[in-house]
Nanobody, 124 residues
């Protein structure tokens, strides 16, 4: 499985971006898709996740109410809509997938398939 993430860029505080994650293989029924981010000098943080099994979602407390994840990796891109962006959202964002539950978003090492990161910079 190869994942391709896109949509990053430079945005002012309060602005919006939409990240996309596309998989090269479509037989991914019941695979969850998540987004991690890593800022310079910090550990990778699980940001959001969506389950292909039941559509349930996960959001880190730091992004609740501002980010929305949608899509089904088996059928179409998975999107991460990011609104009201803050400087602390600046990081490289990675999409991941595996046959896991979104409850595993605190464990980056268990996710087997990672896309190349896309840089998000929030600055005035």
């Amino acid at each position: 499985v190869q994942l391709q993430a896109s949509g990053g860029g430079l945005v002012q505080p309060g602005g919006s971006l939409r990240l996309s994650c596309v998989a090269s293989r479509f037989s991914l029924a019941y695979y969850a898709v998540g987004w991690f981010r890593q800022a310079p000098g910090k550990e990778r943080e699980g940001v959001s996740c969506i389950s292909s099994f039941d559509g349930s979602t996960y959001y880190a407390d730091s992004v609740k109410g501002r980010f929305t994840i949608s899509g089904d990796i088996a059928k179409s891109p998975v999107y991460l809509q990011m609104n009201d962006l803050k400087p602390e959202d600046t990081a490289v964002y990675y999409c991941v997938t595996d046959f896991l539950e979104c409850t595993r978003m605190s464990e980056p090492s268990v996710w087997g398939f990672w896309g190349k990161g896309t840089q998000v910079t929030v600055s005035s």
